[in-house]
């Protein structure tokens, strides 16, 4: 069974960088398009970004376009999201997901979730 483990979360200043991590148990993540998504006190679970199985494509909400970037390695069984230039209203707790697909949807179906870590931006 594919299970996610996140990591990378924590406190930062508006303008900050952080970088999560997310480490696969499985044989093989090559058949999975992962994902970010994140949710907010009183708000929605929302995707954030994902990347296909090969890593060639990839998707972000417009409100981290330019500011976020989502990265894999395969050999690694790893997925990264790189965040820049941090707000306010970017804390939320985020979450490591796979997809059924091997193709890139940022609102698809999920067919594993991590357990979430959390991303506080705040001065």
């Known amino acids: 069974q594919l299970q996610l483990v996140e990591s990378g979360g924590g406190l930062v200043q508006p303008g900050g960088s952080l970088r999560l991590s997310c480490a696969a148990s499985v044989f093989t993540l090559d058949y999975y398009a992962m994902g970010w998504f994140r949710q907010a006190p009183g708000k929605e679970r929302e995707g954030v970004s994902c990347?296909?199985?090969?890593?060639?494509?990839?998707d972000y909400v417009d409100s981290v376009k330019g500011r976020f970037t989502i990265s894999r390695d395969n050999a690694e069984k790893k997925v990264y999201l790189q965040m820049n230039s941090l707000k306010p209203e970017d804390t939320a707790v985020y979450y490591c997901?796979?997809?059924?697909?091997?193709?890139?949807?940022?609102?698809?179906?999920?067919?594993?979730w991590g357990q979430g870590t959390q991303v506080t931006v705040s001065s």
């Open positions: 990347i296909s199985s090969s890593g060639g494509s990839t």
């Open positions: 997901a796979a997809y059924r697909y091997t193709y890139c949807s940022r609102n698809g179906r999920v067919d594993a």
